[in-house]
């Protein structure tokens, strides 16, 4: 696969911003490093003549930007998500450092769509919005003055996606080895851990209206395991027999 084909499976997916110079400068970025693939959930503010000023030479990128109406939307035939985050969760997740997403994503990249999240310019992704995310990615900066403003966010990791195709280019990067089965797209695993938590409700194996973390846990646990299709396909076969057997 040729390094722009490769480019058009990796998108950046911009959550609820409010400023659309934000925006505009994401998709500057993005295009300095080679990426064209922009998704915008719910945008405060856009279209925007100041997400175009701040663009300069990027008003592709922004022209063919994909306005959808949820992350779920937005990630949805992907295999690999990562999101963004500046604080630790009460619940950790597999956490990677800009260098190991790029690397991460310029590898998947080849046998799938890719999806890296940065979350509100204020307050960053949800937690809901993290735990459907397989790494969360943490950029180390100054801990005296830690905020980043979106755009910088968005360079720091492009640049670091750019530096892994190079690096792959050169043999100084390991292809990831294939697989017998396409992974799991992150729609499959939402049906997976809705049928999940249906099923567990139905054995009585938790309670809905007070399920403490044992649904995010079990989130966590399915998300490391990075299924494929026939996996997932396994274990639905496998929870529908269960609930089979309960109504019996």
Known sequence: MSTAERQTKIR???????????????????????LAELYLVEPREY????AVWRAAGASDV???????????????????????????????????????????????????Q?????????????NSELQKCHYHMHIPSNQDYSSLNLAASVQVLCYEIRMASLACENGDLPEMN????PLATADE????HDHLAATMADLNFYDPDNPKQLLTRMR????????D????SMLRGLLSAAQRKRVK
């Open 220 to 227: 966590r646990l399915f998300n490391r395991t990075r299924m």
């Open 47 to 50: 279209p925007a003549p100041r």
């Open 189 to 192: 695993l939402e049906l997976f």
């Open 62 to 112: 922004l022209a063919n930007a994909k306005i959808v109406g949820s992350v779920d939307e937005a990630i949805k035939d992907c295999g690999l998500v990562i999101g963004t985050s500046a604080r630790e969760r009460r619940i950790p997740w597999p956490l990677i450092n800009p260098r190991e997403c790029g690397e991460k994503i310029w590898q998947e990249a080849k046998s799938h």
């Open 178 to 181: 294939e697989w017998d089965q």
């Open 114 to 126: 890719v999806a890296l999240l940065f979350g509100r310019e204020d307050r960053g992704l949800t």
């Open 12 to 34: 950046i997916v911009l959550v609820n911003t409010s400023h659309p110079g934000n925006i505009g400068g994401a998709a500057r970025a993005m295009k300095n490093m080679g």
């Open 229 to 232: 299709k026939m996996e997932v």
